[in-house]
């Protein structure tokens, strides 16, 4: 396509955003930045519309774009608009004064930020941790009887849980079941902590199977846990006031809100956005890779933490959106993410 071509497909893009109504020649003509003819103009979008970028929903109106309009519209044409600065202070002071670090909580601010300010649904994702290896395993005695396992990760994710024994364990106990954890698990990915691979360390334990055996299966316990990503959604009552949506397909995506994981996985690195026809077109009948909600799109960009993706933060709306006012802000909100999460791991790291 020309350089005039793309300009027409931006300006019926913008034009039906704006309004909602399908965008005629006329209309294109009477922009400033347009000068050609009504008839130019209706001879390049016959020409767009061959090419699936534009559609016709009546024979006597104008065009609206397709998904694979809007597609090319946010690679070659948009032009992203700049935060207002309230609304820049706005998502900074969701971020301030947070003494103690916790990144769930995050996670849930951006979100909750995101809905607010775009009035669409929010969600963000961890990702997968298929490819994180054991750093270090720590067993912590708390009270009678009464034990945390810490397990932490090489991408920095950490989790604890309370094990409960029969027997108090002595400090050579407890010296000996660091050192065994740290000859057999250390570097070892979470995938390969299967029922079999726990089952061989038990029995490696010898004569401290009985005593230290729980603590080895509330660690297997302990790490399927840490396997499962967490799915969190905001402002899913936004995408009801969206007359475009329908509002049953919105009732059952609030219903089974882990459907659109498989689609939060498969996107690529930097800005990606997709639409409900696309994936229903690539799916080829695969179960959960298309979306739940019809004429909708998601946006989604990744935050990181030690140069690696930590996870995968989202916005979704409805098909006619508009993208150039929308996309700057997820990507302030993941830069913002991705920084909060590094300056907490040179705090750790001093």
């Given at each position: 396509?020309?350089?005039?071509?793309?300009?027409i497909l931006a300006a019926v893009v913008d034009a039906y955003v704006t309004t909602g109504e399908p965008?005629?020649?006329?209309?294109?003509?009477?922009?400033?930045?347009?000068?050609?003819?009504?008839?130019?103009?209706?001879?390049?979008?016959?020409?767009?519309?061959?090419?699936?970028?534009?559609?016709?929903?009546?024979?006597?109106?104008?065009?609206?774009?397709?998904?694979?309009?809007?597609?090319?519209?946010?690679?070659?044409?948009?032009?992203?608009?700049?935060?207002?600065?309230?609304?820049?202070?706005?998502?900074?002071?969701?971020?301030?004064?947070?003494?103690?670090?916790?990144?769930?909580?995050?996670?849930?601010?951006?979100?909750?930020?995101?809905?607010?300010?775009?009035?669409?649904?929010?969600?963000?994702?961890?990702?997968?941790?298929?490819?994180?290896?054991?750093?270090?395993?720590?067993?912590?005695?708390?009270?009678?009887?009464?034990?945390?396992?810490?397990?932490?990760?090489?991408?920095?994710?950490?989790?604890?849980?309370?094990?409960?024994?029969?027997?108090?364990?002595?400090?050579?106990?407890?010296?000996?079941?660091?050192?065994?954890?740290?000859?057999?698990?250390?570097?070892?990915?979470?995938?390969?902590?299967?029922?079999?691979?726990?089952?061989?360390?038990?029995?490696?334990?010898?004569?401290?199977?009985?005593?230290?055996?729980?603590?080895?299966?509330?660690?297997?316990?302990?790490?399927?846990?840490?396997?499962?990503?967490?799915?969190?959604?905001?402002?899913?009552?936004?995408?009801?006031?969206?007359?475009?949506?329908?509002?049953?397909?919105?009732?059952?995506?609030?219903?089974?809100?882990?459907?659109?994981?498989?689609?939060?996985?498969?996107?690529?690195?930097?800005?990606?956005?997709?639409?409900?026809?696309?994936?229903?077109?690539?799916?080829?009948?695969?179960?959960?890779?298309?979306?739940?909600?019809?004429?909708?799109?998601?946006?989604?960009?990744?935050?990181?933490?030690?140069?690696?993706?930590?996870?995968?933060?989202?916005?979704?709306?409805?098909?006619?959106?508009?993208?150039?006012?929308?996309?700057?802000?997820?990507?302030?909100?993941?830069?913002?993410?991705?920084?909060?999460?590094?300056?907490?791991?040179?705090?750790?790291?001093?």
């Open positions: 396509m020309d350089d005039r071509k793309l300009k965008v005629g020649s006329k209309a294109i003509a009477a922009l400033p930045d347009i000068n050609v003819s009504p008839a130019t103009i209706r001879n390049d979008m016959a020409v767009l519309e061959q090419l699936g970028l534009l559609e016709q929903p009546h024979t006597s109106a104008g065009r609206v774009p397709t998904f694979q309009g809007y597609k090319v519209y946010i690679d070659k044409c948009m032009h992203a608009h700049t935060i207002p600065e309230a609304d820049r202070e706005r998502l900074d002071r969701v971020f301030e004064g947070t003494e103690v670090f916790d990144e769930e909580l995050l996670i849930q601010s951006a979100t909750t930020a995101l809905a607010e300010i775009t009035h669409c649904a929010a969600v963000a994702v961890n990702a997968m941790p298929q490819f994180s290896v054991i750093s270090r395993v720590e067993v912590i005695p708390t009270g009678k009887r009464l034990y945390v396992i810490l397990l932490i990760t090489s991408a920095g994710n950490i989790k604890n849980k309370a094990c409960r024994l029969e027997f108090d364990l002595n400090e050579e106990q407890l010296s000996f079941f660091t050192a065994f954890l740290t000859e057999h698990l250390h570097g070892v990915s979470l995938t390969d902590l299967s029922p079999e691979r726990m089952e061989q360390l038990i029995t490696a334990l010898g004569t401290y199977m009985v005593t230290l055996g729980p603590l080895v299966q509330g660690l297997y316990e302990l790490s399927r846990d840490m396997m499962q990503q967490e799915l969190t959604v905001n402002g899913t009552r936004n995408l009801l006031t969206c007359q475009e949506l329908d509002t049953m397909d919105i009732v059952q995506f609030m219903e089974h809100q882990d459907v659109i994981m498989p689609l939060l996985n498969d996107t690529f690195s930097g800005i990606h956005v997709m639409f409900s026809e696309e994936t229903h077109q690539t799916a080829s009948g695969s179960a959960g890779q298309t979306f739940v909600i019809g004429n909708s799109s998601m946006i989604v960009g990744q935050y990181h933490k030690d140069g690696r993706e930590a996870g995968r933060l989202g916005i979704i709306g409805p098909m006619r959106l508009d993208y150039a006012r929308v996309i700057p802000y997820l990507e302030y909100i993941t830069q913002k993410l991705t920084n909060l999460i590094s300056e907490n791991k040179e705090d750790d790291d001093i």
